[in-house]
Structures are given as C-alpha cells and as structure tokens.
C-alpha cells in the first residue's frame, strides 16, 4: 500500500517553504552577481567617455589655437617686412622705400585685423598667462600707430624705431610659446614646439635684414652693433638647430634644401663680407631685397608648417571624437551582451534547479540509485527502489515493513537519529562514512545525501545511499603505501627532500633530511646544498646532479634534482642528498692506478719501439753490410772466373742472388719493426708509404687516403704510435675482415676549447664483414693495441662495428695534453 501511494503522489512531490525561500534567495544573488559588475563596467566607461569628450573638447580648442598661431604668423611676418622698411626709411631720411612702407602698413592692419576678429569670434579656453601676453599685444599694437606717426615725421631714431617692432614681434612670439603649453597631445606639442623655435629663427633673421640695414644705410658700425650682430646669428643657427632636431624628416629635408638656394648663400656671403672682412660700402637696396628673398621662402616653408599643425589638430580631435564614438557603442553593445547573457544565465539555472527536482523524481522512478524515502516522525520506510533493496538484500514488501533503525547497529541508534533530525530540518544534506548492516549481516560503509520533501502534507526525508565500503577500503591501502614507503625512504642513507616555489619551502623530508635540517644553523650547513635554486641546474634535461665538497666537514656530496608532480598538481622539485666521499676516494684510487697503467704501457711501447729501432738499426747498420760485402765479393768471383771453371762461376752466381734475397729480406724485417721513413720524413709521409705497399700487396682492395699537413711537429713517440695505430688497422681490414674498400682519413682540428691547441682525428673505415657478435677479433690483441695507444697518449678510441657491412675506427688524440672531457665533444 506504501508503494503504491508514493507512486501516486511522486509527480506532484512539492518543495517545502524552506526551499522555496532558498530559490528565491538563490535568484536575489544571481541577480546581484551580474547587477555589481555591471555598475562597476558602467562607471568604468562612463569615465573613460568623459575623459574622451574633455580630450575632444581640448583638441577642439587646440584646433582654434592653431588657427589663432597662423594668424599671429602672418602678423609677424608683415610686421617684420614692415620694421624692414622702416629702417631703411629713416636712415635715409626718408628717401627710400616710402611707398613700400604705406602698401605694407595696409597688409599689417589686415592681420591685425583678422586676429582680433578670430578674438572676438572663437571661444578660447586659455589661462592667465595666454590672457595677459594677449592684453600686452594689443596695448603694444595701439602703441605701434604712434610710432608709425613719428616715423612718417622722422622725429624717431631708426635704432628706437626698430626696437619698438621687435619688442612687439617678442610679445607675439611669447603669445605663441603660451599657446604651446596649451597643447594636451605630445605628438602636437612637439610640432607646436618646432614651429615656435621657427618662427623665432625666422624673427632674428627678420632683425638682421632691419639691423644690417642700417649698418650698409650708415656705412659703418655703431659700439657694440658689431658684438651684437655676431650674437643675433648665433641665436639664429640655435633656433635652427633645434627647429631640426623636433622637427620630421620631410621637413627636416625641406629646411636643408633652403641653404643651397641663392638667395640664402648671397646673404651668407654678404654677412661674411661685413663681420669677417668689415666690408659695409653694400648697396643697402641689394641687401634688403636679397635678404627679403630669403625670409619670403622661409615664409613659404612657415605656411607647409601651419598647414602641417592645422592637418594634424584637426586629425587628432577627429580622432578622439570617433574613439569616443567607439567607446559609446561598444559599451552599448557590451552590456545588450552582459544584460542578455545575464538573463539566459539566470533563466538556465532557474530549469537547472527544476530539472534538479525532476532528476531526482527520475531517481525514484528508473531505479538509477539507491534511494529510499523516510517518515520523518516514525522513522519508518515510505519507499526503497530497486536499487537500494539490492544494496540491503531486501526484496520490496520487506522494505515496506522495516525501520531506520533496522539498518544500523544499535550501539549506533542515537547518533544516527540526531542526524537524522538535522536533515529534516535541512540543517545538514549529507553526512560520511555510515555503518549500514545487511539483511545477512554483512556490514558496509555508506555516504548519505539527503534532502526533505513534502507528500500529502506529510514531511519526509528523501536520502541517496552510496556504498563508499570500496573506497575505503581502497583509502586504507593508499595509506598503507604510504607508511611503507615512509618507512623505505628513512631507512634510506641518502637524504630525501621535496621543496615547493621560488623560494624552496621544503613540503616533505625523510629521516635522513630532517636530521640535516636541524643543524641548518651551522657555518658550513649542509642544508644549504638543498636550499641552491634547482631551475638554475637544468637545461635541457628534467634530472640534474651536481657534486659539492664540504670543507668544514672534509666530505663529498652528490644532490640529484628532478622535477616531478606533486599530488594536487603542483610542480616540485625531488632532491636527493648522497654521501659519496668513499665512492669518490676510490674513484680518485681507480684514476691514479688507471694513469700508472697507462705511464706503465706508455712505457712499455717505449722500450718495445727503443728495442724495435736498436735491432732495425743494428740489421741494417751490421748484418745489412756484411751481406753487401759478401755479394760484392761473390760477385767479383763470378766475374774473375775462367770459362773453365763453370762450376765456381754457377756457385758464385748463386752467392749473389741469395744474398741479394738475404739483403731485401733484411730491408722488409727493418722496415717493419721501425720504418725508416718515419726517422727522416715523418709520420705522414711514413702512413702513405705504409698504404701504398699494402696497395701494391692487394691490387683487389681500393684504398682512398685522405691525410692533412702537420701544424707543427711531433714528438717520436706520439708518430710512431700513430703509424702502428694506423698500421694495426690496415691489417685488421685487409687479412681479417677481407675489405675491398678502405677510407682512411687523418686531419688536425682546434680544440672547443682553444683555438691555438690542435687534435687529430684518424678514422678508418672499411666494408668487410665486421667483427661477429662475440667474436674474438673484436676483443684481440690487435685491437687492444689500438686502444692502449691511443689511451696512452690521453686520447679517445671508439670502434664501431656493422656485422657484414664493416667496422670504423675512430680516433681522437690531443696534439697536446689536455682535459679528457674535450675530446668527447
């Protein structure tokens, strides 16, 4: 009956209130998550597009500070031919340029004008001091007009005159450099700063056109014109010169092409003529148009710079107008993006927690797992599914029949029927490792996830059974290992240490390590040794050993660093500390007896080589000449022989040919124990003689001699044992291995390690039938030779052998001594 009113009321299992408030709290924060960062995004941008629009709004008012700059340099510039003129008119009493100085008034008041009017008509955020240079400009300008006055009447010196132009070219020059410091982009405030240094160039050019004047007007210097003239075109050259320096490279170009014009050098040459050599009788009108010519093209090189300017500030305030523009839309974009992802989100997780209901509906139903459904007053059994009868070993009516406390021990009742009252307040969903016993008695560990649900207002506890009882089980062997291996890494000598990060922490000692890190206080710790930077030792390899000596404790010690992953996923590094002091003495032992062994066998061919040359030498010095002695005198008793004595002369005959056999068989057994050749010429020239009698011996084998000059000369003993080396491998090839093709190759290369020290490398290669697994020739007498040669003269012998397809000696050999590990490289 249970079972059959639990599947009656399972499509319509409800969530208690308490769930439902915890959905509904679940939202709030959902909501929150999104709400937080989204504010956060927005003040972001919104102060990134406020920053914008004050750069705009900047940029814009750069724009109109760039027009107000061109303005003031077309002012400059007529007031600058306009004080030329005035100049000239005065010192000559007004004789010249009369007319000139009225039609040129006109331009001046025009640019005045035209500023004035870009005053008026443009709203300009400037600062005080913009504003006062400005108020002093047009005080200077009313002033100006009176100046003109005297000047019409010739009632002011051409010095005041003059003076009085340039203090208002200065002012407005300084109007300029305010306008600079307005700037906001560093791009345009170079520029600006270029085109300030400039016009400044331009002025005292200007100055000097008025100055010069009326110096060839007077015919003469004034005191102290002159030091000022000097001093008006160094100021010049300055401004030039860091107008470049600021300045781009196409405009940098377009300025340097201005000195090779002819308007330029005439004016140099004319200056040069008056500062240099004092030459002043110039024809002033000469002047003033030459020099004009020159300040009319700096002027048409000004106008490409304030077309440069105005280019720019407007490309720049468009620029961030349009940034602006992006940043407004994708911020637009960005959050119809968060909000509409934001939503879906939510809304996916409002199904997901629906579906979570479902799902554990699906449970009950399908069977998936071992569930069970519990009165949460009774404690009686409303429901099992399969799956958890299988678990107990109870079939369905059995279940319906039973109690909470029929699964567990009753030692275990009261802990289990306080947790119990903690999941169906919904305090707890989950508890470990419960002892549940089977209907045969066996017992098992379960976890239990729990959660309360309400059928016909009636309260329940809906719980998940787990059997962990493997898992356990599992858990205590992982441990078990765990303490083995504990104890095999303290029975260790060696001490074992794992370190973690940057700064080395150690995560995990041995016994051996825990006792080294106690008298980490120590002078000379050994510790230290663990405490090294483990990165520093690898290349491209995970492994690392390193050797260290101990001096305070007068002891070797080898530490292997190796890489390794930890359990939670860290990279560590292993280190193993060794004592290796007594491995170390015997190897220091092995080494000394290996280099007497060697000393012994250097000896040994030395005294076989010394007896070698004494009975060569003695052959072909003693038994050498006495049998040319006897076949010389057999010889003349063949010859002084009557025909009569046929007999005597047929003897004599055969004295002389088997002497000349004796003599030649003599000659071979001198050459081979010591070729004489090697004595005279040597070891090269011995090696190819030695090739070619064997080429001679064996017309079937192909030798091929590859073989380099000497750098320098060798001792006997280092030549001879190449020739034998070399003569040992001949022989090998052609009797043992029945070769057909033989390469020999002996060339000098530098040391790695210094270029002015040499080692020879001999390779002998051939395509006999190689040395058998095993086989004894691999392991003969001729092949030991090879070696011990070789050793004894500190070299390095390899033998490789291709069983059917041939052997290759090779052979490197220190010219002179060095260190062995050079030569393995």
Known sequence: MKIKKLSSYLPVISLDKGLFSHQIYHKIKLSLLFIIPLLISLNGALFQIDKLTTRASQLANVEQLTNLTVEIRHLLHNLQKERGYTGVFVSTKGRKFKSELVEQRTFTRISTHNINNLLTTQSFTTNRKLEDRLKKVNVHLAEIENVRHQVDSLSISEVKAIESYSELNHLLLNVVTSIVQLTVDSE?????SAYALFLKGKESVAIERAKFSLVFARGHFLENEYNALVKLELEQALFFNEFTELTSGGLQQSFGKLFTE??????????????VNNKVNINVMHWFNTITDKIDKLALLGDKISLGLISNASRLKQSSERERLYWLIGLIILYII?????????AHIHRTEMNRIEEYQNLFSKNSAAMIVINAKSQDVLYGNQSFSDLLGYNQEQLST????????????DRLLSLF?????????????????????????ADIFAFPITIDKQEYVAAHIVDITSKLQAKQYIEQSELTLQMILDSLSSAVVVLEGKYQIPIYMNKKAIEIYKNKGEVESVWSLFEQSFLSNFNDDLISKKEHYSKSKQRWYQITSNLIDWGDGRIVCLKMLKDITESCDAERRNKNLLAENRQLLCRNFLLIEQERKYIAKELHDELGQLLTGIKLQADYISRQTDIEHELITTSAKSIVQATSELIKSSRDITNNLRPIILDQLGVID?????????????????????????????????QISVYRIVQEGITN?????????????????????????????????????????????????GVINMRERTETLNGVFCLINRQKQGAEVFITIPLEPVVQEELCQ
């Open 338 to 346: 968060i909000i509409g992802s934001g939503v879906l989100l939510i």
């Open 402 to 413: 039973l109690n909470l406390t029929d699964f567990h021990r009753k030692d275990d009742f």
């Open 686 to 718: 011995a090696i190819k003689e030695l090739v070619q009698n064997w080429r001679d011996l064996n017309n079937h084998v192909k030798f091929e001699l590859n073989i380099e000059s000497l750098p320098h000369q060798l001792n006997d003993e280092f």
């Open 421 to 445: 009252k903690r999941m169906v307040t919904g305090e707890i969903s989950s508890t470990e490792k419960v002892l549940f016993i089977r209907n045969n008695g066996d017992a098992f560990f």
């Open 188 to 192: 345009l405030t170079q520029a600006f």
């Open 733 to 781: 090839a052609c009797k043992h291995a029945e070769a057909h093709n033989i390469k020999i190759s002996l060339k000098f290369i530098s040391s790695s390690h210094d270029e002015n020290r040499f080692l020879l490398q001999l390779k002998i290669q051939d395509d006999g039938k190689g040395f058998a697994q095993n086989s004894e020739n691999s392991k003969g007498m």
């Open 262 to 275: 002819k308007a330029f050098q005439s004016v140099q040459k004319i200056k040069t003529n008056a500062l």
